[in-house]
């Protein structure tokens, strides 16, 4: 099946950063076949043709940190203080494979209808996320949220080990990466120790272990909080980078999700390292804290960006990126429109090790393609610099169609593969009965008593 797109402005994100104001674009099958500025050649023929005339040809987002999930908790957590130890933990516990395949399509749905193609998610009940992301079509890199404490209770400062809790959620991951790694070749599989502070330096040590025999790669929750800074100290004398490098998780092949209460030092091991710094601009700016980003943007510590949970809009993410930068100090060029897009594509892509396949607009990469709308009052006119135009105001309403390795699943902002209005009403009703639970008192199982 060849489908040619015509006529558009192809934004490659190649290591060029090309972009043509008119050129036109090959998918066969899975891949981009060819492409090229202008008119199209006379003998490149195709079954299918996209008229893109007044629309933006370009790669599929690469979110780098998500929770689609999360979803869950859309208008509950931004105002209230201390509603992610205190409340969002808390329900987190109430979770059954059941409704987080709900949430999980629901999330997925959004970020799918905004452009995003790969997501990089870790969460409780992940092979529910993942036969979410699997019927879905999209591409999702995937770990098992592993944890040895009571959620619940860590609000309290209480970090009780489970040591029952963590081997059974290690089991867990064991069999995500045994079922579903490389499915496809759209999901991939991490182990997914959930933070510095939730999980010990003995078992972090293990999971490392694990990581090398199943040779795949690490999603951790890094300094997110002040309350893991001082735990860490307390317990073990180190910060939460310096833990990494102590359990041995430290490498090209983590992802490290926030960083918020990093150190110079912390910056300077990171470099060393060689792990990916996972920055999501807009729920720091929701919750009033952002990462040391004038030290980390001129630092060599690769970042890319990620949209967290609740609100999974990537192009709003990178405005809020761009301004927290100018704010903290950083020039305009660390990020510009054309950095932030590139932390939203081909970097996040090289940083799960997917570089090779997605990120970009080039021959021979998966057919990872999304089509955005620029005629609309908040995209016209547009100038010499579309990727400007399009990344100071776009939202996730102007994508129109989107490609997962040549398959359709957007087209005319319609969502394909399921029907829509389903997956909503199946959202609001896990979410309702969770918040109904909550509400009542109920304050969930740990893992192995779910099993």
């Not at 599989?189 to 003995?202: I, K, L, M, Q």
């Not at 990727?387 to 087209?411: C, F, P, Q």
């Amino acid at each position: 099946m060849k489908t040619l797109i015509k006529d558009g402005i192809i934004i490659t994100q190649d290591p060029q950063d090309q972009v043509w104001l008119k050129g036109w674009l090959l998918l066969e099958d899975d891949r981009i076949s060819a492409l090229g500025q202008g008119e199209v050649p006379a003998e490149v023929t195709a079954d299918k043709t996209v008229n893109a005339a007044g629309m933006a040809v370009l790669p599929g987002i690469v979110d780098v940190h998500t929770h689609v999930c999360g979803s869950l908790f859309k208008g509950m957590t931004e105002d209230p203080v201390g509603a992610f130890y205190g409340l969002a933990l808390p329900m987190e516990r109430l979770l059954t494979p059941e409704t987080t395949y709900a949430l999980s399509m629901l999330g997925a749905v959004e970020c799918l209808k905004a452009g995003v193609t790969c997501i990089n998610d870790i969460y409780h009940f992940m092979r529910s996320t993942a036969q979410a992301v699997d019927e879905l079509g999209m591409r999702g890199v995937l770990a098992q949220k592993i944890i040895e404490t009571d959620l619940g209770t860590i609000q309290y400062n209480d970090y009780t080990r489970i040591p029952k809790e963590g081997a059974a959620r290690v089991e867990e991951n064991c069999r995500l990466i045994e079922e579903y790694h490389g499915r496809d070749g759209r999901i991939f599989c991490r182990f997914g120790p959930h933070a510095t502070d939730t999980v010990s330096v003995e078992l972090a040590k293990k999971i490392v272990e694990l990581g090398h025999q199943y040779q795949v790669g690490f999603h951790i929750h890094v300094a997110q909080k002040d309350q893991e800074v001082d735990f860490l100290r307390e317990t073990y004398g180190l910060t939460p980078v310096e833990y990494l490098k102590e359990t041995g998780l430290m490498g090209e092949n983590l992802i490290a999700a926030h960083c918020t209460c990093a150190t110079t030092e912390d910056i300077r091991l990171l470099e060393e390292g060689g792990a990916t710094v996972a920055h999501c601009a807009e729920m720091y700016g929701k919750r009033g804290k952002f990462p040391p980003i004038a030290q980390l943007y001129p630092s060599k510590v690769r970042m890319a960006y990620g949209t967290d949970w609740v609100t999974m809009d990537p192009w709003t993410n990178m405005r809020t990126a761009i301004m927290a930068a100018r704010m903290a100090g950083c020039s305009n060029e660390l990020p510009d429109a054309h950095v932030a897009l590139r932390l939203s594509t081909i970097v996040p892509a090289q940083a799960l090790g997917l570089g090779d396949q997605i990120g970009s607009l080039e021959v021979g990469k998966q057919a990872d393609v999304i089509l955005m709308d620029l005629r609309s009052p908040n995209l016209v006119p547009v100038f010499d610099d579309p990727v400007a135009t399009i990344v100071y105001n776009a939202n996730r309403h102007d994508v129109d169609t989107v490609w997962v390795a040549g398959k359709m699943l957007v087209e005319n902002k319609k969502l394909l593969p399921v029907e829509e209005s389903w997956v909503l009403a199946e959202g609001q009703r896990a979410a309702s009965s969770i918040y109904e639970d909550y509400k009542a008192g109920k304050s969930g199982k740990c893992w192995e008593d779910e099993k």
